[in-house]
């Protein structure tokens, strides 16, 4: 089953009830603004503060403009953050973009425009996660949340990883 949502305005928050499974992903597009100077995603456990957020992606335009943005990966529980990842990315301000993050057993897997960006490894259990929240200055065109990895009637929609993909074949 996939979901596609149609409504984009910034703060964005969607319930996701049945939490995140291996194999299970969410693809999110978009154009990123010339003065843009960031965006973050969370994955949380909760609306309130204090809440457990096993995923936070946040893209930041640190340099000069039209430079690459670093993306940094952390998590929040006890009420603290964990150990930040920090990873160069090519995503740019005034251009278009595709992030998708795959769950594994072991983690998220990040695509960048349909290309390998990073792995984050679970410190909190996906399964428990029940919003994906989102702010800062981006256009969100397209959100799709998926808890079924094999789609057979819409091979389309299977995200791009390379080859070996299971039960996604490219069109």
């Given at each position: 089953m996939a979901i596609e949502f149609e409504t984009f305005k910034m703060p964005y928050n969607r319930a996701i009830?049945?939490?995140?499974?291996?194999?299970?992903?969410?693809?999110?597009?978009?154009?990123?603004p010339q003065q843009s100077k960031g965006f973050q995603v969370d994955f949380t456990y909760g609306q309130f503060l204090g809440t457990s957020i096993p995923l936070r992606f946040k893209l930041s335009f640190e340099g000069p403009p039209f430079h690459s943005a670093v993306a940094i990966l952390n998590s929040f529980t006890d009420r603290q953050w964990g150990e930040a990842n920090k990873v160069a990315t090519h995503f740019r301000q005034g251009q278009r973009f595709k992030i998708q993050?795959?769950?594994?057993?072991?983690?998220?897997?990040?695509?960048?425009?349909?290309?390998?960006?990073?792995?984050?490894?679970h410190r909190l259990s996906?399964?428990?996660?029940?919003?994906?929240?989102?702010?800062?200055?981006?256009?969100?065109?397209?959100?799709?949340?998926?808890?079924?990895?094999?789609?057979?009637?819409?091979?389309?929609?299977?995200?791009?990883f390379g080859e070996g993909w299971r039960g996604c074949e490219q069109a």
């Open positions: 009830p049945l939490g995140l499974e291996p194999e299970s992903w969410v693809t999110l597009e978009g154009v990123i993050f795959v769950v594994t057993s072991k983690g998220y897997k990040v695509l960048e425009n349909d290309t390998f960006l990073c792995e984050f490894s996906p399964k428990r996660i029940r919003f994906l929240e989102m702010d800062g200055d981006i256009k969100l065109e397209k959100v799709i949340l998926s808890w079924e990895f094999r789609i057979s009637e819409n091979r389309n929609r299977c995200p791009t």
